[in-house]
């Protein structure tokens, strides 16, 4: 493989900077690629997908159905809730039929996160507000309630808020499916050589994480607003599960399910066709 830089978009979140770690810090024999960082919130690497400025990157699962044309799936590293995922919370103990009549503030609208809400209520009000800023603007009263992504849905009982639902267990109850929340993507133009060096390489990264877990986790914690190591490794263990080292098909079947509703929903602008880097 020729000498060549990589730059990769994640999120950050520990369960990125975790199954990211040997890939970007000099862990594992890259055969020559030098893998470099990006790190914005998911929502803002949504964006950059959809203008294809990144060669990889992390995304939202819902900001597939926008990028399809552009990047190819990686069958490794995506974040996989089982029975747990994006949780609503609420200043005040709050019932799901509340949540229609109340602002809702969500950490952007290509996020999976808001696309569960929409197939949950589909009409509510809301606000876009950074995601380390949800739980914040909820307890202030700028929004009555707020979707939780990341570490929040580990620390929200520290402010003195409450659950009103977690999406994750939801979605597991209507489908028996894992929720699927983000994927890592990969630019058609670099060529099926490359993209498939990219998907070994990320699997020898996160295969690193899992064996050398302390010193992954001691990583990761930098990323966890709010959390100390053993919070920080259940928060890993949460989404860095067996989906992640590979999806398999039904993490696909997962993927498809979630978008395919969306589309019927009307909630993406067309059908989305799942085309995985093999």
Known sequence: MEPREICIGHSPDPDDAFMFYALTHGKIDTCGLTFTEKIEDIESLNHRAVE?????????AHAYGYVMDTYALLPNGGSFGDRCGPIIVANRPMDVGELADVRIAVPGTMTS????????????????????????????????????????????????L??????????????????????NVVRKNLGKQLMRKIADLLQQSIE???????????????????????????????????????????????????????????????????????
């Open 52 to 60: 294809g400025e990144l060669e990889v990157t992390a995304i939202s």
């Open 113 to 160: 996160a808001y696309l569960l809400l929409k197939l949950l209520l589909m009409n509510f009000r809301f606000e876009v507000v950074p995601f380390d800023r949800v739980m914040e603007a909820v307890k202030s009263g700028e929004a009555e309630a707020g979707l939780l992504i990341h570490e929040g849905q580990l620390t929200y009982q520290q402010m003195g």
């Open 162 to 183: 409450h659950k009103v639902v977690d999406l994750g267990d939801w979605w597991h109850a209507d489908t028996g499916l894992p929720v699927p929340l983000g994927v």
């Open 208 to 278: 690193y994480a899992h064996a050398h877990r302390e010193e992954a986790v001691a990583h990761a914690m930098k990323y966890g607003r709010g959390m100390d190591a053993a919070m920080t490794d259940h928060f890993v263990g949460m989404y860095v599960n067996p989906w992640t080292s590979n999806m398999g098909e039904k993490g696909r079947e997962a993927i498809a399910r979630l978008l395919t509703r969306g589309y019927h929903a009307a909630l993406l602008p067309r059908p989305v066709h799942l085309e995985f880097v093999e």
